[in-house]
């Protein structure tokens, strides 16, 4: 059966070294980060679980696009799909082609608008059904998923997220949550924190945060979240109950000083979405996971900075895993030439 898989492309060959090992394939079409496939007993689990494919989807229709008739010719795709008229229909739509003067949100309005006039629902926010279509070459490759019953989310779950957001960083940890089925924890240490979306992302869904970074908050972003700044922390170490829930502590300092600060801190998680290599990243981490709970947990983006990627994802791992216990690494949609990592603090 043919289907769509979505890669990093910086982890193009990792993707394909992953796709081997869980099943026989063979390429029809790839282009950016899209790889149309034929794949043969599928391990489906492995395939899940794989640290460069972000998603899969089954592709069911494949047909020729109509150049007079573009926008006819894919909604014909989708409605050949045999979609249920009654169930909530969200359309995703990748146009490579681009040759005829519309974006994919263009096509995804157009031909979502004209399935409504037909008697569809059609439904972004809260969708059962996800349909989409690979615009390649003169072909038009469709498909769709039961939301409810595939466990790989949609291709872009957080596309249509109506709520403000601090930076394009934000999705990130929203996907990161989502992929590993997370919880807003009680207590968080943030590293490299502005301009704050994964503060606020925590602090908005419950969680007391102290915020490492000498850089600025975008504090009028963060509507409903208390902010506060110390900007001279060694003159009074931050106390577990000076921290509140859906509050945000601005440690507006270096890493050093705001580590002696933190002393009497117990944190449930400590994350890091520093713009630095996976290793200097690490060496923090290392640095402040005193600071965590027994079982805390830690999740990070770590930069990949050579071609290589398995050996420096081996190198990442040498430095974490006498500190601590590597649970999940994975590739999301709006990571780029980086890979999410969690990981819970080992037992002392």
Not at 139 to 154: F, I, M, Q, R
Not at 156 to 173: A, C, G, L, M, Q
Not at 232 to 239: F, G, I, M, S, V
Not at 292 to 303: A, E, F
Request: net charge positive; proline share 3%; with cysteine.
């Amino acid at each position: 059966m043919q289907y769509l898989l979505l890669v990093a492309d910086s982890f193009r060959e990792s993707a394909i070294d992953e796709l081997r090992r869980a099943c026989s394939y063979s390429i029809i079409k790839e282009q950016h980060n899209l790889i149309i496939a034929e794949l043969k007993n599928p391990d489906t689990e492995r395939i899940a679980s794989a640290k460069f494919i972000y998603s899969y989807f089954p592709l069911q229709k494949s047909s020729l696009l109509d150049s007079k008739n573009y926008m006819c010719s894919i909604k014909r795709a989708i409605i050949s799909l045999g979609l249920d008229r009654h169930s909530a229909i969200k359309l995703e739509c990748f146009d490579i082609n681009c040759k005829q003067g519309y974006s994919a949100k263009d096509i995804e309005v157009a031909v979502g608008s004209e399935m409504e006039r037909t008697g569809y629902n059609i439904d972004i926010i809260h969708p059962e059904i996800l349909a989409y279509c690979v615009l390649m070459d003169s072909e038009c490759y469709s498909g769709y998923v039961d939301l409810y019953a595939h466990d790989h989310g949609s291709i872009d779950p957080f596309r249509y997220n109506k709520e403000k957001v601090v930076s394009r960083s934000e999705f990130k940890i929203m996907e990161a949550f989502a992929e590993f089925r997370l919880a807003a924890p009680d207590v968080v240490i943030d590293l490299g924190a502005s301009p704050g979306g994964w503060s606020y992302f925590l602090a908005k869904n419950g969680s007391a945060v102290a915020a490492v970074d000498s850089g600025a908050l975008d504090n009028e972003s963060m509507e409903g979240v208390m902010v506060r700044v110390m900007r001279n922390p060694e003159r009074a170490r931050l106390r577990a109950d000076s921290l509140k829930k859906r509050g945000i502590v601005h440690m507006k300092c270096t890493f050093d000083r705001a580590l002696a600060s933190l002393s009497g801190i117990k944190a449930d998680m400590l994350t890091d979405d520093m713009n630095m290599g996976g290793i200097d990243s690490s060496e923090a981490v290392i640095r402040y996971s005193r600071l965590l709970k027994k079982d805390g947990l830690l999740l990070m983006t770590v930069k990949c900075m050579r071609r290589n990627v398995g050996r420096y994802i081996k190198e990442v791992e040498a430095l974490l895993e006498p500190k601590f216990v590597i649970l999940r690494w994975k590739v999301l949609p709006h990571n780029r030439q980086e890979i999410t990592l969690l990981a819970r603090r080992r037992p002392t």
